[in-house]
Structures are given as structure tokens and as C-alpha cells.
């Protein structure tokens, strides 16, 4: 069984770009979650999907949106790229019914902004 | 929104030492708590978790119990390895805004 998948691994970008950044959660996980993680902190929520509809939403700008799509994966799009949103971006997938509300990671997408 | 207090790192410890990472909380409600953990290089892993007040959580020598009254939720080890070097991440989740509200983490470095 694969685990949570995300492509790219790492990504470099200028400033002003736009990018879409990939997520496939695990098999039988209609949920997916979306978080930034800057170097060195801990990290932080973006927003969930559930039913192919953002479900909740962190302090975010709306230059990060998202899409979920009816197999479940997910997209997290960034416009007008700015240097701080160099970051790791984790998605997170959550089983149905949310069991003990675990979140499964994937490995990440390392996003550097130039 | 809720918060976490996390322990300042970065922690060196020699191997077969006593690990301990405190982490408080605050939040509305009484959350689920986790522990993470971020291996080098890699994303995160459960390491263990709690869903209510005086649960203990457990894996992989680690512990770590759920106090409600002191909404404490600290991580303990009795002999760490090497391998355990890492950063750790205490998190509460509330299942009314889906979110995990992580810390900022404590690097742990163990030497041989």
C-alpha cells in the first residue's frame, strides 16, 4: 500500500511565478490537508479538502489556493510568488471517519523562490 | 486559536540518556494531542498520540500522557539511540477546525 505521494520533490522559482504542487493520499484517505513548513519552525495549516470543497482554511492569502479532485488527490496552487513562501509544503492525508483524527504525511515539496 | 509551547532546543544528549521535550498547550475544548517526528531530510511521522485526558501514548520506547489539568503533554524517553536524533513536534488537534497546531519543534541530537 503506497503511502501519501507528492510531486514535485523540489521545485526552484522566481519571484512573480506561479506553481502547482501535487498530492495523492493514501488508499482509502478521502481527505487531504495542506501545510507550510519555513526552515527551522514548525508547521503551519493552508487549508483542507473534503468532498472536492476547501472544508477549513489557515492564515493564508488567497494567492494559495487548491483543488481536490474525485480520486481524492489534491493541488495546492501559489500565485505571484514571493520569497518567503520558500518552504517546504506538506500535504497530509486523513482516513475516512478520521479515527483518532491521525494525519499521514507524504515527504514533502521543497519550493526555493529566487 | 490554539498554541503550543514547546521546549527550546537544539537538545544534545549521549546515548542510553533520559529524553524529556516539554510541551504545553492551549486550546478551547480538549483536543487530541500528537507527538511528530521529522527524521533528516524526511517529512513527518506519528510518533504517538493521546485523544483524551489521562491517556498514555507509546511507541518505540517513547511516552508520553495526556494532563488535562495541567494541559501538559510532555515526551519522555528512557534511553535514547542514536537513531532517535531527529526534531520533534508537539501538536494538539481539535476535530471543530481539522487543523494540526504545531510548535516549533525541538531539535534532539544523540552522540555515541
Known amino acids: 500500500d503506497a503511502g501519501v505521494t507528492q510531486s514535485p520533490t523540489h521545485l526552484i522559482k522566481t519571484r512573480g511565478q506561479q506553481v502547482t504542487l501535487r498530492c495523492s493520499p493514501k488508499s482509502g484517505h478521502d481527505t487531504v490537508s495542506w501545510y507550510q513548513q519555513a526552515l527551522g519552525q514548525g508547521p503551519q495549516f493552508i487549508f483542507q479538502?473534503?468532498?472536492?470543497?476547501?472544508?477549513q482554511r489557515g492564515n493564508f492569502p488567497d494567492r494559495f489556493s487548491g483543488h481536490q479532485f474525485p480520486n481524492y488527490s489534491s493541488e495546492l496552487n501559489v500565485n505571484a510568488l514571493l520569497l518567503g513562501d520558500s518552504a517546504l509544503y506538506l500535504c497530509?492525508?486523513?482516513?475516512?471517519?478520521?479515527?483518532?483524527?491521525?494525519?499521514?504525511f507524504g515527504p514533502g515539496t521543497r519550493l526555493t523562490v529566487l | 486559536g490554539d498554541s503550543v509551547t514547546q521546549m527550546e532546543g537544539p537538545v544534545t544528549l549521549s546515548e542510553e540518556a533520559f529524553l524529556t521535550i516539554n510541551c504545553t498547550y492551549t486550546?478551547?475544548?480538549?483536543?487530541?494531542l500528537f507527538w511528530y517526528v521529522q527524521y533528516p531530510g524526511e517529512g513527518l511521522q506519528l510518533l504517538l498520540k493521546?485523544?483524551?485526558?489521562?491517556d498514555k501514548g507509546s511507541n518505540k520506547g517513547f511516552e508520553a500522557t495526556y494532563r488535562k489539568e495541567t494541559t501538559s503533554f510532555h515526551l519522555e524517553k528512557g534511553s535514547v539511540q542514536v537513531s532517535d536524533s531527529a526534531v520533534y513536534f508537539c501538536?494538539?488537534?481539535?476535530?471543530?477546525?481539522?487543523?494540526?497546531?504545531f510548535g516549533a519543534g525541538t531539535t534532539v541530537t544523540v552522540r555515541a
Open positions: 501538536a494538539p488537534y481539535r476535530s471543530n477546525d481539522y487543523k494540526l497546531s
Open positions: 479538502y473534503y468532498e472536492e470543497e476547501e472544508r
Open positions: 497530509a492525508s486523513i482516513p475516512l471517519a478520521g479515527e483518532g483524527h491521525e494525519q499521514f
Open positions: 493521546a485523544t483524551k485526558a489521562d
Open positions: 486550546a478551547t475544548g480538549y483536543p487530541s
